[in-house]
């Protein structure tokens, strides 16, 4: 089985810049998440165009080892909209997200994943498991990647280069 996935044209990044309102807080909120020691990632939620929730990785803040961005941001969306369904919903984040994120993705029925970096160490869509090509996978959200990669690649080599000799 596969993914239907899109990747953002270098010609379509160009023609799409400034980013998307999201993906640039999605980047904004990986910037905070650094400053605070965590990992750079950060998610948006939006519905219909409107950002309903957001979150920066916060892990070691909140000493909870499932607090990734985006489990934080769909768990706030979920209880302001009041429903575990995000049908609705598309997530912005600044990372592809890992295993556990793309079943959550899955589970809360996200109908569309944007995400600027692809990880091909922890990635759970693109690579590694990829969650969504799963025969038990019962959601496949629409899959976009590459919008913001640039920014987003820098901040984690930037991240990860002040923390490892």
């Given at each position: 089985?596969?993914?239907a996935h899109?990747?953002?044209?270098?010609?379509a990044?160009?023609?799409?810049?400034?980013?998307?309102?999201?993906?640039?807080?999605?980047?904004?909120?990986?910037?905070a998440?650094?400053?605070a020691?965590?990992?750079?990632?950060?998610?948006?939620?939006?519905?219909?165009?409107?950002?309903?929730?957001?979150?920066?990785?916060?892990?070691?803040?909140?000493?909870?080892?499932?607090?990734?961005?985006?489990?934080?941001?769909?768990?706030?969306?979920?209880?302001?909209?009041?429903?575990?369904r995000?049908?609705?919903?598309?997530?912005?984040v600044?990372?592809?997200?890992?295993?556990?994120?793309?079943?959550?993705?899955?589970?809360?029925?996200?109908?569309?994943?944007?995400?600027?970096?692809?990880?091909?160490?922890?990635?759970?869509?693109?690579?590694?498991?990829?969650?969504?090509?799963?025969?038990?996978?019962?959601?496949?959200?629409?899959?976009?990647?590459?919008?913001?990669?640039?920014?987003?690649?820098?901040?984690?080599?930037?991240?990860?280069?002040?923390?490892?000799?």
């Amino acid at each position: 089985m596969t993914i239907a996935h899109a990747r953002a044209s270098p010609a379509a990044m160009v023609r799409s810049f400034p980013l998307p309102v999201p993906m640039r807080r999605a980047l904004d909120l990986a910037a905070a998440a650094a400053t605070a020691g965590e990992v750079p990632v950060g998610a948006v939620v939006t519905r219909h165009g409107t950002i309903v929730a957001e979150a920066g990785n916060a892990m070691r803040g909140q000493a909870d080892p499932t607090a990734h961005a985006e489990m934080v941001a769909i768990r706030d969306a979920a209880y302001r909209l009041g429903t575990p369904r995000l049908d609705e919903c598309e997530l912005w984040v600044s990372l592809e997200p890992c295993a556990m994120c793309a079943s959550a993705i899955s589970l809360a029925r996200i109908a569309r994943l944007t995400f600027a970096a692809e990880d091909p160490k922890g990635g759970g869509v693109l690579h590694g498991p990829r969650i969504f090509t799963q025969p038990t996978c019962h959601h496949r959200p629409e899959v976009l990647s590459g919008i913001g990669e640039s920014e987003a690649s820098e901040q984690l080599r930037h991240f990860f280069a002040d923390r490892r000799p």
